[in-house]
C-alpha cells in the first residue's frame, strides 16, 4: 500500500482582511490548503495542528505581536516554520525573527514568486524537522528494548572502554560483558561498534560515571 503524504496546510496571521484574501487566494490556486486568523490570539485558541504546515505571520499585530506569538510557539515546543510578512519591517526586527528561527522576512509589497517560494521552503524545512523527529523516535525506541543490564553496557561501549574495563567497573564477568555487546548490536540493528556508537549518540545515551 502506497503511503499518502500528509497534505500541505499554510497558516496566515494578518489583522488586514484584504491582505489575508490576497494571500489565501494565491496559496489556494497554488494548491495549498489555507487557514487564516486575524490575531495571533485567535490563532492559538484554535490550537491549530498538522504533519506538514508552516505560518506566515506580520510582524505588527493587534494585542499579541507576531514576534510574540513566534516566542510563546518556541516556549511550546511547537516548532512551526514561520515566514514574517511586515509593512514596518526594520532590520533589528527582521534580524530577531530570523535569529529565533523564522524561515523567511518578507517586507510588504511582496511578489507572488517571493511568498510562494518562502512558503516552500518553509514546508521542505517542516518536512525534513518532521524525518528527523521521527527517526530520532525510530532510535529512541530501539533503545528501549534492552535489559537493564544492557542498558548498563551501552555507555562503556559508547564511551570506548574495553570489555574488562567495563567488566571491571560493572562488577561483572568479562565475557558477560561481550554476550550484552552482541545482544545490543542485534536489538539496535547494527553491525558494527561505529554504527552503535552513532546509534546510542544520536539516542541521547550518556557516558559511564567517572572511575
Do not use: W
Amino acid at each position: 500500500m502506497v503511503q499518502k503524504h500528509p497534505e500541505p496546510i499554510v497558516f496566515v496571521v494578518d489583522d488586514d482582511s484584504s491582505v489575508r484574501r490576497l494571500i489565501a487566494t494565491l496559496l489556494t490556486v497554488s494548491s495549498y490548503r489555507v487557514e487564516t486568523f486575524a490575531t495571533a490570539q485567535e490563532f492559538l485558541e484554535a490550537n491549530c495542528a498538522s504533519p506538514l504546515a508552516c505560518l506566515i505571520l506580520d510582524v505588527q499585530l493587534p494585542g499579541l505581536t507576531g514576534l510574540e506569538l513566534q516566542q510563546t510557539l518556541i516556549e511550546r515546543g511547537r516548532l512551526l516554520p514561520i515566514v514574517f510578512i511586515t509593512g514596518y519591517g526594520d532590520i533589528p526586527t527582521s534580524v530577531k525573527a530570523m535569529k529565533a528561527g523564522a524561515v523567511d522576512f518578507l517586507p510588504k509589497p511582496f511578489t507572488e514568486e517571493a511568498l510562494l517560494s518562502a512558503v516552500q521552503t518553509a514546508l521542505d524545512r517542516c518536512r525534513l524537522e518532521s524525518t528527523v523527529k521521527s527517526d530520532l523516535a525510530e532510535t529512541q525506541k530501539l533503545v528501549t528494548t534492552l535489559t537493564a543490564r544492557e542498558a548498563e553496557v551501552l555507555p562503556y561501549i559508547v564511551a570506548g572502554r574495553l570489555n574488562k574495563e567495563a567488566a571491571y567497573e560493572l562488577g561483572i564477568a568479562e565475557q558477560t560483558v561481550k554476550i550484552h555487546r552482541a545482544q545490543i548490536k542485534k536489538k539496535l540493528q547494527v553491525q558494527s561498534t561505529a554504527e552503535l556508537v552513532r546509534l546510542a549518540v544520536k539516542a541521547g545515551v550518556p557516558l559511564p560515571p567517572s572511575s
